[in-house]
């Protein structure tokens, strides 16, 4: 009678498809993030003196009184390419509204591979999951450019979208585009082929960016598409090759816009002004 139980159990383990799981623990998840030199640790941002220019979208949209009243709240600082926001499964003490830096969320696998979810630049704010009161999240949150943000406590802006007013429109407004990225990029992850992909990447954090150059290695570029270096590279050849982007020591500029939009898969347009 063991015996065959036996059998049944091994029969069942054999089938059983192996899929590599989300990293579930912090000290597993800041094991792994080293070892793959995805991200550095988190440091307090450097503060800035406020420039008086404020590209932040979302808190360009307010109404002058309202935002007068966060004004005194806000605190300029540079956010540096590499680092980290916030760690996995870590609280938030700080939104950010980034002005001139682009911030990606990235996923670690235990099988070792990484994939961004969403890219956010001076369309959004970074740190919703503290404003909706829901538990710290399983990403990790990465500075992709470094640039400049406004910082301010997660609850004052907790407490302004409670009130109902214009803040908490534009957040409802900037967490359906949110949404409609995620579920645009898991479709794209899943049909769209890397090269297309690294198209449509380069070109949403081009536009996210004022600068000319973006600041990206092969290597950071395949953790956040969630392919390999070397396919990467090839791709980058490619478009280098026939004029379309020039790298050199981790600058890469596109030369040739309209081609690069064409080489890029349906998503770019679907996502563009999100
Ligand atoms: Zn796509």
């Not at 420039?51 to 808190?59: K, W």
């Not at 540096?80 to 938030?92: D, P, R, S, T």
């Not at 969320?105 to 591979?113: Q, R």
């Not at 400049?148 to 007013?165: C, M, N």
Request: hydrophobic fraction near 35%.
């Amino acid at each position: 009678m063991r015996e065959p139980e036996r059998k049944s159990v091994s029969r069942r383990l054999v089938r059983s498809p192996v899929y590599p799981l989300a990293a579930t623990t912090p000290e597993t998840h800041r094991a792994m993030a080293l070892s793959l030199k995805i991200s550095l640790p988190h440091t307090i941002p450097e503060p800035i003196p406020f420039n008086g220019l404020l590209t932040n979208s979302l808190l360009a949209s307010l109404p002058g009184s309202e935002f007068e009243e966060l004004l005194r709240y806000l605190e300029p600082v540079s956010l540096q390419a590499g680092h980290e926001l916030y760690g996995f499964q870590k609280n938030i003490d700080y939104v950010y509204f980034p002005e001139t830096a682009v911030i990606s969320h990235l996923y670690l696998l235990e099988d070792g591979s990484t994939s961004g979810a969403s890219i956010i630049g001076s369309e959004g704010m970074v740190g919703l999951t503290a404003v909706l009161g829901s538990r710290p999240p399983y990403y990790w949150t990465q500075i992709i450019v470094g640039g400049s943000a406004l910082r301010i406590r997660a609850e004052v802006i907790k407490d302004e979208f409670a009130r109902g007013r214009t803040l908490q429109q534009l957040l409802l407004g900037h967490i359906s585009s949110r949404l409609s990225q995620l579920a645009q990029r898991a479709v794209c992850n899943g049909r769209h082929r890397v090269h297309e992909r690294l198209c449509s990447w380069l070109l949403m954090i081009q536009d996210r960016v004022n600068e000319e150059e973006l600041p990206l290695t092969h290597e950071q570029i395949a953790h956040h598409l969630g392919a390999r270096r070397p396919g990467i590279t090839a791709s980058c050849n490619t478009l280098r090759d026939n004029g379309v982007i020039s790298y050199h020591r981790g600058l890469i500029r596109i030369l040739d816009r309209p081609t690069m939009e064409a080489s890029a898969c349906e998503c770019y347009q679907a996502l563009r002004g999100r």
